[in-house]
């Protein structure tokens, strides 16, 4: 915390009439990780009046609207980053959320695939197979559900949230015996949200 505030600190004190859209990026991405998403996409309208070709700009405005659930708008800035980077992974992927909160779960899942399809082993990757096990849970295919999260702890076997999702999706199947051995997984690596669950259901 006391880095960003210094971060941010450094870069206020560097505004001018003459200061770039990097350093107005800069300064948004500050403020967004102190939690002001407002005062965020402010300066990153800023940075893109400067420059507006720049893909990630728009992706990281997205997701300062995003966070204020102005999904529509959030939208328009993914779509935009992808008019402009087809290959940017990050803007799939955080527009696949959205069409999840929205409920358009096919929606999603298309989104979550284009970034699966790159191959790319990386955590973005990892992300949207867990991303894609949430909308499939939804949509109630809990088999394709437990695919995209055993591809997910196969990229990453320290996610808690994963376990805890795959458990729930065991839950639904009625295979309380294998959810307890995820939720306690879960629970070895931090995440607290399936006491209750083992509480109830497990002991």
Partial sequence: MKNLLFLLSMVILNTSFGQTAQEFFDRGFAKSNLGDYSGAIVDYNKAIDKNNTEADYYNYRGLAKSYLKDYTAAIKDYNKTIELDPNNLKAYNNRGNIMRN???YRGAIADY?????KNSNDAIMQDSYNNRGL???????????IEDYNKAI?????DARVFTNRGDAKQYQ????DACMDWKKAQELGDPNNDEKIKNLCE
């Fill in 102 to 104: 929205l409920e358009d």
């Fill in 113 to 117: 695939t284009k970034v699966i399809d």
């Fill in 135 to 145: 909308a499939n849970i939804y949509l109630k295919e809990y088999t394709s559900a």
């Fill in 154 to 158: 196969e990229l990453d076997p320290y």
């Fill in 174 to 177: 009625g295979k309380i015996t």
